[in-house]
């Protein structure tokens, strides 16, 4: 199993992180604790030694099942991350109370790696006026918490302030090769790594959109390994980069544990060929982005209640990947019904003020229609 050094921790942990947060359930969608304990299991025995729960992991159930199933394991035989749920904390007493409930919930009397979960501007200015970093220094001291840091979403400029706010333990981005500049981004891991702090990366397959595409994607990465797996080289990936300390996989199946531990059994970095295909994938899948939406948010509101951004951002997703199941919780939970594009009435408010001069009611269409006909589903 590989190994990473933090020298900032004088700590050594395995590169493979088991994030716990997409276990296997059962017909109720409750974990199905023996296949999830099995799991586990495989993974410690071949070496991995970073456990990542958080507070709301499977609706709080994550937790609790991760505390039994590591209790039987030497509790210096491993590191346990989990995070405070930032979002339900009001005062620094609610940082005491949610954190001894987790304690309980862990079954142990510390946590290893503690962050402050899914930060962004507005959760990471609330929790300074709060003090909450002096809270979690005072657990320190008591010896119930080792290492501090943080889980990031949001822009490249918030990241930045966030990191240069203090000196911090660790931190977590996402990243992957389709977004290394989304977020903090590539930018993001250079500016930590030059401060010399240990860097965690979840999503590093994007949810599973870089382990599934369609056949042609497909075929270019078996030109370059017939035999590994295609979501093993977007590992490879994020763990060629040696700022990178731990990369989490959220699995699901024996068989994803077991094709993890074979790609971090004898990690290798990506090669300067495979490297170069992965780039050039990479502006095979951008070329299929149906429209240039970049976000901004001009359009909005809609007077129809049409999250038109959002809306494009799951068609162009779908059409790049060619594969719904990679937008179908976004285009039917996040979005949902009323903020779908069937509900534009073609007022043209928002093409008025679009700065990319997008056709924005025709697209709107066409996104509809595209994600209703499910056309790559498999």
């Keep these: 199993m590989e190994k990473r050094a933090l020298e900032k921790l004088g700590i050594e942990t395995s590169l493979l ?3 716990c947060m997409r276990f296997p359930t059962d017909a109720e969608g409750k974990i199905d604790e023996a296949k999830a304990e099995e799991m586990i299991d495989k993974a410690i025995a071949a070496g991995v030694n970073y456990i990542d729960t958080a507070y709301p992991y499977h609706d709080g159930a994550s937790e609790p099942f991760v505390g039994k199933v590591m209790k039987k394991y030497q509790r210096d035989s491993f590191y346990l ?8 904390v009001e005062t620094a007493e609610d940082i005491d109370r949610i954190f001894e409930e987790q304690l309980t919930r862990l079954q142990t009397d510390y946590i290893d790696f503690y962050l402050l979960h899914a930060m962004n501007k507005e959760r990471f200015d609330k929790m ?7 809270v979690l220094e005072a657990k320190r001291a008591e010896g119930k918490i080792k290492y501090i840091g943080f889980s990031f979403h949001d822009d490249y400029e918030v990241f930045e302030e966030a990191i240069n706010e203090r000196d911090w333990d660790f931190c977590q981005i996402q990243l992957n090769y389709m977004d290394a500049n989304e977020q903090a981004g590539l930018k993001g891991y250079e500016l930590a790594a030059s401060k010399g702090i240990p860097v965690v990366v979840m999503e590093p397959v994007k949810g599973g959109s870089l382990a599934v595409f369609a056949e042609d994607i497909t075929n270019e ?5 017939a035999d590994a797996s295609v979501a093993s080289f977007a590992l490879r990936w994020v763990g060629s980069l040696p700022g990178i300390k731990v990369i989490l996989s959220g699995m699901t199946t ?3 544990v077991e094709d993890n531990l074979k790609t971090f059994g004898e990690f290798k970095a990506l090669s300067e060929e495979e490297a170069k295909a992965i780039d050039k994938i990479v502006d095979t899948l951008n070329s299929r982005i149906q429209n240039g939406c970049t976000g901004c948010r001009y359009c909005m509101p809609c007077p129809a209640g049409v999250d038109i951004p959002a809306c494009f951002r799951a ?17 039917e939970q996040e979005i949902g019904e009323e903020k779908q594009a069937k509900n534009c009435v073609k007022c043209g408010k928002c093409e008025a003020v679009c700065p990319q ?3 924005i009611r025709e697209d709107l269409a066409k996104a509809q229609k595209d994600l209703d006909e499910k056309k790559y589903i498999f």
């Design 17 to 19: 992180g088991f994030g």
């Design 81 to 88: 991350a989990t995070k405070l749920p930032v979002w339900l």
């Design 128 to 134: 300074k006026a709060i003090g909450c970093l002096d």
């Design 221 to 225: 990465f078996k030109k370059l390994d």
């Design 254 to 256: 024996m068989e994803q």
């Design 315 to 331: 068609w162009n997703t779908y059409h790049m990947y060619q594969n719904y199941h990679a937008v179908s919780w976004k285009w």
């Design 357 to 359: 001069k997008i056709s």
